[in-house]
């Protein structure tokens, strides 16, 4: 059974710092285009940062230089390790593997300011942990 767990989420303070995780099982995680995204109340869902199977990574431009994607294939664990939070950095946030090369393409496109088009992807999702940043 696939799972993608997250954690790590919490309420901080404007310039804080959180460590987010996610924990997968059920498939050969190494292998995967691994992606993190969040969503705001009443927004779409956006593309935080993403890493493939080589450790190639991108950053959505309103979070480069203060998070940081990494992962654990011993572990099988994904990271994403967030400094100078700001309150528009609060919202639930989500990891994904993706299942094919195209929707790891779309998941970069998406960061780089693509629409949110979850009928192109195939993948799998964590059920999501709370990002509060208060200022």
């Known amino acids: 059974q696939v799972q993608l767990v997250e954690s790590g989420g919490g309420s901080v303070q404007a310039g804080g710092s959180l460590r987010l995780s996610c924990a997968a099982s059920?498939?050969?995680?190494?292998?995967?285009?691994m992606a993190w995204f969040r969503q705001a109340p009443g927004k779409e869902r956006e593309g935080v940062a993403t890493?493939?199977?080589?450790?190639?990574?991108s950053y959505a431009d309103s979070v480069k230089g203060r998070f940081t994607i990494s992962k654990d294939n011993a572990k099988n664990t994904l990271f994403l390790q967030m400094n100078s939070l700001k309150p528009e950095d609060t919202g639930m946030y989500y990891c994904?593997?993706?299942?094919?090369?195209?929707?790891?393409?779309?998941?970069?496109?998406?960061?780089?300011?693509?629409?949110?088009?979850?009928?192109?992807?195939?993948?799998?999702w964590g059920q999501g942990t709370q990002v509060t940043v208060s200022s």
């Open positions: 890493i493939d199977s080589a450790g190639s990574t």
């Open positions: 994904a593997a993706a299942l094919d090369t195209s929707t790891c393409l779309r998941f970069i496109q998406l960061i780089r300011g693509g629409a949110w088009s979850p009928q192109k992807y195939s993948a799998y």
């Open positions: 059920g498939f050969t995680y190494s292998t995967y285009c």
